[in-house]
């Protein structure tokens, strides 16, 4: 490394152990909320997938091959 790259690496890890007084970790105030709907959307399509599938077996003449 260079003179000026390793200077500069100081000046940064100086820079960086001076941070530590500035920074606030706080737990939010409200709670953190998880959205399920994709799942939920995922089930509905496999089941109308399911009651197409049935109606297609017990109606073969509506479906000709």
Known sequence: ???TKLASMGTL???VLMLPGCI?????????EINL???VK???VVRLQKD???FIANN????PK
């Open 13 to 15: 890890a100086v820079a």
């Open 52 to 54: 197409a599938d049935d």
């Open 42 to 44: 995922q089930e509905v």
């Open 24 to 32: 606030n970790v706080a737990a939010p105030d409200k709670p953190i």
């Open 1 to 3: 490394m260079t003179g």
């Open 60 to 63: 073969p003449e509506l479906f």
């Open 37 to 39: 709907n994709v799942n």
